[in-house]
Nanobody, 115 residues
């Protein structure tokens, strides 16, 4: 089975940085888009950033200039470098990866930014 394992969440003060990682494993024949969503308490899950196989990146307006997404196709991993974190970035972050033409989701990792 295909699995996604996330890591890197935690508690940080405003202005700090965190780096999220998400690694895929299992019978993988193709990987297309990879990315990150987040869900704050009582709110819907929203796209933070994604990166396509050609390197094209998209970012939510709220994180532009602060977050950077990258991928390592050999390691089948996607990363999210988050700088200058703000309390409003507090959420559970979920990675997604389109593997074998299906979107797969990680288990989520909590990011908490204190003011």
């Amino acid at each position: 089975q295909v699995h996604l394992v996330e890591s890197g969440g935690g508690l940080v003060q405003a202005g700090g940085s965190l780096r999220l990682s998400c690694a895929a494993s299992g019978p993988i024949f193709s990987i297309k888009a990879m990315g990150w969503y987040r869900q704050a308490p009582g709110k819907q899950r929203v796209l933070v950033s994604d990166i396509y196989s050609d390197g094209t990146r998209t970012y939510a307006d709220s994180v532009k200039g602060r977050f950077t997404i990258s991928r390592d196709n050999v390691r089948k991993s996607v990363y999210l470098q988050m700088n200058n974190l703000k309390p409003e970035d507090t959420a559970v972050y979920f990675c997604y990866v389109n593997i074998n033409l299906r979107d797969r989701w990680g288990q989520g990792t909590q990011v908490t930014v204190s003011s």
